[in-house]
């Protein structure tokens, strides 16, 4: 039973290009977070997803970046015309439902923008 | 505004000894706490949690204890080995319709053999 896959694990953008991170949640999980973890730094929440449906996206800046989590395929996090400061380490998780406290991470995109 | 706090950046411990990684909160709206251990280039793994109404929860090695009148909890490690070496993080859940975690800064935990 393979764990939430996440690709690609490092991706590299220059200023102004456009980053697609993918997330594949654990078999049979439709609840998926993305969080963004910058150097030195916690975990910071970004968006809480079920499929095609947004729940909460507060904590996602408010301009240049989206999340969807189709009905098919993987959720995605896309960043538009990247700046220095969006450089971090995106973690995806998923969870069976609302309720379960511990949800599991994948591995983690590393996002560096040059 | 900080509403999980891990003071100690760092701990380091001897091979055998107890570790004891502290957090603090400040929101009494949290309904569950959590642990999770990070090792370098790796997601963060889940360890343990417990509940806002509960004072104490174990998991083999692993116990969490929660003062809520002082609004603090901490993870006990007992005995500590070479292998638990990492970054612990504290996290509190908000309740309702949202599962959105609040995670604290992270103590790097050095178990010296």
């Known amino acids: 039973n393979a764990g939430v896959m996440q690709n690609p694990r490092h991706l590299v953008r220059r200023r102004g290009q456009e980053a697609r991170l993918r997330c594949s949640p654990m078999?049979?999980?439709?609840?998926v977070y993305w969080y963004r973890q910058l150097p030195e730094e916690g975990l910071k929440f970004m968006v809480y997803l079920q499929k095609e449906n947004i729940i909460d996206e507060s904590g996602m800046p408010k301009e240049r970046f989206s999340a969807e989590f189709p009905k098919e395929g993987p959720s995605i996090l896309r960043i538009q015309q990247v700046v220095r400061g969006d450089s971090a380490a995106y973690f995806c998780a998923s969870s069976l439902d609302v309720g379960q406290a511990g949800y599991t991470f994948g591995s983690g995109t590393r996002l560096t923008v040059v | 505004d900080q509403q999980v706090k891990q003071n100690s950046p760092s701990l380091s411990v001897q091979e055998g000894r107890i570790s004891i990684l502290n957090c603090d909160y400040t929101?009494?709206?949290?309904?569950?706490f959590l642990w999770y251990k990070k090792y370098p280039a790796e997601g963060p793994t889940f360890l343990i949690s417990i509940s806002s109404i509960k004072d104490k929860n174990e998991d083999g090695r692993f116990t969490v204890f929660l003062n809520k009148s002082a609004k603090h909890l901490s993870l006990h490690i007992v005995p500590s080995q070479p292998g638990d070496s990492a970054v612990y993080f504290c996290?509190?859940?908000?309740?309702?319709?949202?599962?959105?975690?609040?995670f604290g800064t992270g103590t790097l935990l050095a178990v010296q053999p």
């Open positions: 078999k049979g999980h439709s609840h």
């Open positions: 929101n009494s709206m949290f309904d569950y």
């Open positions: 996290a509190a859940r908000v309740g309702g319709a949202t599962n959105k975690l609040i």
